[in-house]
Every structure is written in C-alpha cells, then in structure tokens.
C-alpha cells in the first residue's frame, strides 16, 4: 500500500536557522502531495501542497517540491522563527485503489525554534 | 472559509459511560468526513470515512460498535465512543472534504479523556 516516510526527529534549531524535513513516499499512480502543521494541542492545518510532478508549493516562507524521479517531498524554509515550532506531517492524498481519496501520513517531525 | 469545528475540545469521562464528538463544517457542504485518532507524538490514525447519508466505512481493525459514525447532515458528522474505556483516552480530530473544491479541512480536535 502506499506509505509517507519522514524524518526523524525532534529537529532543534535557532531562529534564523535552514530548515529541511526530508519526506519520502511511495505510491501508485499520481497522488497529490502535502504538507500539515500542527500546533500544540490544535488540529491540522494546511500548509503547502503540490499535484503534480515539478510543482512546488510555497506558503509562509515555506516550499516543497514534488520530485517524482526521487519520490520525494522536502520541506525547506530559509530562516526559521520561534513560531514555527510545530509538528510537521507530510501525506500523500491516495489517488486509486481501495484507499481512494484518503490520506496517508507520516510519521511527524516535532520542530523547535530556540530565539 | 472552509472552517471545520469539533465540540466540545475537551472531555473527561467515567470508564463504561458515553461520549459524543460532534464536527460541522461551517462554511461549506461536505460530502464526506473522515475520523482520525491521534496518539502521543504519533501520527494521525484514519479510523473511519462517513458520506452522508450512508454508513460510515471502517479501516481494519477499528471496532465499528464501539466507535459509531453518523454523517446525518452535509454539515455534521457525530463519533460516538461507547462504553468508553481508559485505553479510548486519545486525541481525536476529524476533517471534512469539500465536494467543490476536493481538499480536506481539518477540526481543531477533542481531547478525550476517560478515567
């Protein structure tokens, strides 16, 4: 079945800092590709999203790329703040198969932004 | 737009009693909502997928008359944990997929918690 693999963490850094959350997918046919911040104790939100190979999704400072030759999904963000601190989940939006129009996360990756 | 609200936030219940999560979309009609638990600093775990109007479609291994699902209206879908046990205590949110614009939002989640 299809799968979202990401790094592990937790990530600590300084503000400022270069942020790259590595995420990796496998899957069958062409499933959109996203990135959900979750801040303590709140719900998902969307952060950026990608449906097609070489699209890249941007928001807040934030991008993405979807490489299909890689099956790859790298969060990255240039300088961090202190109120990026967050959980990070990449997902997959399943494109066929039983699990049609479902989506598959990954595992998290707790961020820390130190000022 | 596209806003997604779960009640109550938070709740603490007695072992053996009956809880229910309500989630409405508030600004759009959703076609289908989606049911997920959340674990300490684990991923999100779908546990079941309700379109309105017709029975909700359980993933392996959740227990369907423990968890019940009504998807009564467009706007609201109800989770009901039965005979709710310490080991149901968890994090549960739900999002709710837009029929024009296909993408899912998400609730701001339910702390349970059963002692």
């Known amino acids: 079945g299809n799968s979202v693999t990401q790094m592990e963490g937790p990530v600590t850094l300084s503000e400022e800092a270069f942020l790259t959350i590595n995420c990796t997918y496998t899957a069958t046919g062409y499933p959109s590709l996203f990135w959900y911040v979750q801040y303590p104790g709140e719900g998902l939100q969307l952060l950026l999203k990608?449906?097609?190979?070489?699209d890249k999704g941007s928001n807040k400072g934030f991008e993405a790329t979807y490489r299909k030759e890689t099956t790859s999904f790298h969060l990255e963000k240039g300088s961090v703040q202190v109120s990026d601190s967050a959980v990070y989940f990449c997902a997959l939006l399943n494109a066929g198969g039983t699990s049609y129009g479902k989506l598959t996360f990954g595992q998290g990756t707790i961020l820390t932004v130190h000022p | 737009g596209a806003v997604v609200s779960q009640h109550p936030s938070r709740v603490i219940c007695k072992s053996g009693t009956s809880v229910k999560i309500e989630c409405r979309s508030l600004d759009f009609q959703a076609t289908t909502m989606f049911w997920y638990r959340q674990f300490p600093k684990k991923s999100l775990m779908l546990m079941a997928t309700?379109?309105?109007?017709?029975?909700?479609?359980?993933e392996q291994g959740v227990e369907k008359d423990k968890f019940l699902i009504n998807h009564a209206s467009l706007t609201l879908s109800t989770l009901t944990v039965t005979s709710a046990h310490p080991e149901d205590s968890s994090f549960y949110i739900c999002s709710a997929r837009s029929y024009t614009r296909g993408e899912q939002f998400f609730g701001p989640g339910t702390r349970l918690t059963v002692l």
């Open positions: 990608a449906t097609k190979a070489d």
């Open positions: 309700s379109n309105e109007g017709s029975k909700a479609t359980y």
